[in-house]
């Protein structure tokens, strides 16, 4: 992973200074959103097919069944190498992979047996093998640093904490032996404990040790003062090479297989009758959203994950009517939610001072809130996401709230229109019209109130589709025109029996 | 028939389906039993049957949608995994999601996926190919529509201009006219017919024993186990229909009078 790490910061700095990196990563706001927009990108992409194939609970139950893939792989490397093995290893995650397939198979086989439903099988499945893996922490790795309340949370705050250090310039170590002419002699008394002598007894004996050997990696040995020259290091955390490469693979499976992952989401009968094999798909799908989920969770834990799957695709979903863009979009809104998030937790929401909302709320009706605003930032990215959401439901253009309403009051408009063209159409010159036309009447025959009534024909009026008359309501050419075009339209071939229906 | 796309000189190859001892078990109840089929080329071909009688499940079961108990269904011969290039499938309108973020024209190209194979994406010859597909069931108009914001009658037709970009040899269609227009379904008859004067076998799951008769050609006859499978004038016959459905008249008298208009 460091060799990794290594070629990448190459790579990195074809294009940017160290310094520049350095001081950018130095900030952990930074090294936070850079972490919280990895897993929104990845969370998105994934999350927008598991929103349509209608398995937004699976990242859920996946999120936390890796854990036993984590702690089963934690006490087999144990076992094997006999020391506690890094929490980063690339077996861990490999282990979280196959606990996130089996978390699949054993929902399926549960929902199989014909005797659980598909919902209840996740339920099922889930908490049994999560149960299992907290009883394992409990019982058998208790002084790891792999406790519960860790992998429920996590804290992307501490990110840019746990970094490797990289140097790139004037990179010699430097070992130290009581040889080496920068050795720090002190004489020790060696005698002292046994003989009961003490250093100034006459007959002490001294010998000449070194206080300072051993080896110092360059920024140490910069500090000790062993080399004149400062090496250039540079920071850069541990989760962010972990992250970007799960990012990478994710962008890179939903790349190649677009195509195939649409048609077995869209129509897996026909995908399978196609050859495109469904199946294997589904569980390529599971093991690349339990490795997203696996580098989450020092980040985000596995409760909050799901979060990033499921929030942004749904936000998405109701903005656009193309795949392609979904999935573009969801990435859009997780890595804003991020962006705006840490700002959140910092007390900011968008460009407003939550401290000083907070301060006016006390003045005003003296709560004693603390006007200190910190709080957990992927909590409240998830918040922010969330916002995003919310900002899509109400205002999306063709799905959104505003305009279902608006759209819905417009049809109602448009029909009470109809209905009343159509009623008039029917008794305009007949012999009852003096009964039925009657405009301070008409209302009655609909049940309708006076003043709907009174709207309605004003309207037709104004567009002139009616004409008053003598006390009468009568539909002008127009009007006529317009009836029948709708009874050809609308009405269709049942336009007889529907016309029958009109009062 | 047209027969420009294989030497005829083999009788065995000019049966495009052969089912033989086909058996599927939901647990221990057979869903189909013991179904033997010989399919000539260039039919159009029903399947009728009371609820439950395994309709669906005999074409799911062909194209190994679910697991066979036991039997093999060849196609021209071949065992299905040779023969998906040459074989077409729609199925029921309901077994999809139709709020699904596509396009319509994007729907008719995924009949195109299986030739692409794995990772090749669909390009603009893809594209034109699904506009003419579009353009014969005269939906051309709506390529760019989503797809839920069609009517019942032309989502099922999207469906059939998926299958037509697929150019199989033989098609399978899973209840095509449940619950369509009038206009959707003289469409759907149209399709059948130009297909079947191209030399396509069209084997259709089918409800309404009214149009057996004028709409097909061939029919199976299933409940559970074939009772009869032939021409439709000589197995479509009231003694087989009432072997088929038992003992509900009135579908008997509608078969009856379907056979009478028909022939």
């Known amino acids: ?503 | 028939m047209p027969d420009n796309e294989h030497s005829p000189h083999d009788d065995m190859d000019k049966k495009a389906l052969v089912i033989d001892d086909l058996t599927v078990a939901y647990d221990s109840k057979p869903a189909i039993w013991d179904v033997d089929l010989e399919l000539p080329e260039g039919v159009l071909m029903a399947i009728v049957g009371p609820n439950g009688a395994g309709k669906s499940t005999l074409i799911k079961a062909a194209l190994k949608l679910i697991p066979r108990s036991a039997g093999t269904v060849r196609f021209y011969g071949l065992p299905y995994e040779k023969a998906r290039s040459f074989v077409g499938y729609v199925p029921q309108r309901g077994s999809v999601d139709w709020d699904f973020p596509t396009t319509v024209i994007d729907v008719v190209m995924m009949g195109l996926y299986g030739r692409l194979g794995w990772f090749r994406r669909p390009g603009r010859r893809e594209r034109e190919l699904g506009m003419y597909a579009l353009e014969q069931v005269e939906l051309a108009d709506f390529a760019g529509r989503q797809i839920s914001q069609l009517s019942g009658g032309q989502q099922q037709r999207t469906f059939l201009a998926r299958a037509l970009v697929q150019d199989a040899r033989v098609y399978f269609m899973d209840e095509p006219f449940a619950a369509v227009d009038a206009v959707t379904e003289r469409a759907i008859v149209a399709i059948l017919r130009e297909l079947r004067a191209r030399g396509k076998t069209v084997v259709v799951v089918h409800h309404d024993l009214q149009t057996v008769a004028e709409y097909f050609d061939w029919v199976t006859l299933l409940n559970v186990e074939i009772v009869a499978s032939g021409p439709v004038a000589t197995t479509f016959t009231p003694d087989n229909l009432r072997q088929t459905y038992g003992g509900r008249v009135s579908f008997l008298q509608d078969g009856a009078a379907a056979l009478a208009t028909g022939d």
């Not at chain 1, 790795?141 to 490797?164: C, P, R, Y």
């Not at chain 1, 250093?199 to 040790?209: K, L, S, V």
Request: a neutral charge.
């Open chain 1, 1 to 503: 992973m460091f060799q990794l790490e290594q070629w990448f910061i190459q790579f990195l700095l074809y294009f940017v200074s160290p310094e520049a990196v350095n001081s950018f990563l130095r900030d952990p706001r930074h090294t936070a959103i850079i972490i919280g927009t990895l897993i929104a990108v990845s969370g998105a992409l994934l999350g927008s097919f598991l929103l349509l194939r209608g398995m937004a609970l699976t990242s859920d139950a996946i999120s936390h069944t890796v854990l036993l893939g984590i702690v089963v792989a934690f006490l087999v490397l144990l076992a094997v190498q006999g020391q506690a093995p890094d929490l980063s290893s690339p077996w861990l995650i490999l282990g979280a992979a196959a606990a996130g397939v089996a978390t699949v198979i054993l929902t399926e086989a549960l929902h199989r047996s014909g005797l659980v439903k598909q919902d209840a099988a996740l339920g099922l499945a889930f908490p049994l093998l999560f149960a299992l893996a907290v009883i394992l922490i409990a019982r058998k790795v208790e002084n790891v640093h792999l406790d519960v309340d860790a992998v429920m949370m996590g804290e992307i705050g501490l990110a840019w904490a746990n970094s490797n250090s990289h140097c790139l310039e004037n990179c010699e170590s430097v070992s130290i032996t009581p040889d080496d002419p920068r050795a720090q002699i002190n004489r020790q008394c060696t005698n002292c404990r046994t003989l009961g002598i003490s250093p100034r007894d006459e007959g002490a004996q001294f010998a000449d040790i070194c206080t300072n050997c051993g080896v110092y990696s360059p920024g140490q040995a910069w500090q000790a003062g062993l080399i004149a020259t400062q090496p250039v290091l540079l920071f850069w955390p541990k989760s962010i090479t972990v992250l970007a490469l799960i990012t990478l693979l994710t962008i890179g499976f939903v790349g190649l297989f677009y195509k195939e992952l649409k048609l077995s989401t869209f129509d897996p009968a026909l995908a399978a009758a196609l050859g495109f094999r469904p199946a294997l798909l589904n569980y390529a799908l599971m093991v690349v959203v339990s490795l997203v989920v696996v580098g989450a969770f020092d980040a985000v834990g596995s409760i909050l994950v799901i979060a990033f799957f499921i929030i942004p695709p749904a936000a998405a979903y109701l903005l656009t009517d193309r795949l392609s863009w979904m999935l573009l979009l969801s990435a859009v809104i997780g890595a804003v939610g991020v962006y705006f998030g840490y700002d959140l937790a910092r007390g900011r929401f968008l460009w407003l001072e939550m401290g000083g909302l907070l301060a006016g709320l006390n003045r005003l009706f003296g709560l004693g809130l603390s006007e200190q605003w910190n709080s957990s930032i992927s909590a409240s990215m998830v918040l922010m996401i969330f916002f995003l959401f919310l900002v899509a439901w109400v205002f999306s253009p063709r799905y959104g709230l505003v305009s279902t309403l608006v759209r819905r009051a417009a049809q109602r408009r448009h029909f009470a229109d109809q209905v009343v063209m159509g009623h008039i159409y029917h008794h305009q010159g007949q012999v009852a019209e003096h009964e039925e036309l009657i405009i301070l009447t008409l209302h009655h025959h609909f049940r309708w109130s006076p003043r709907k009534m009174a709207r309605v024909l004003a309207r037709l009026r104004s567009s002139y589709l009616v004409r008053f008359e003598k006390g009468l309501v009568l539909l002008t050419p127009q009007g006529e025109a317009r009836v029948h075009r709708f009874r050809q339209t609308q009405l269709g071939r049942n336009g007889q029996s529907m016309a029958q229906n009109l009062p």
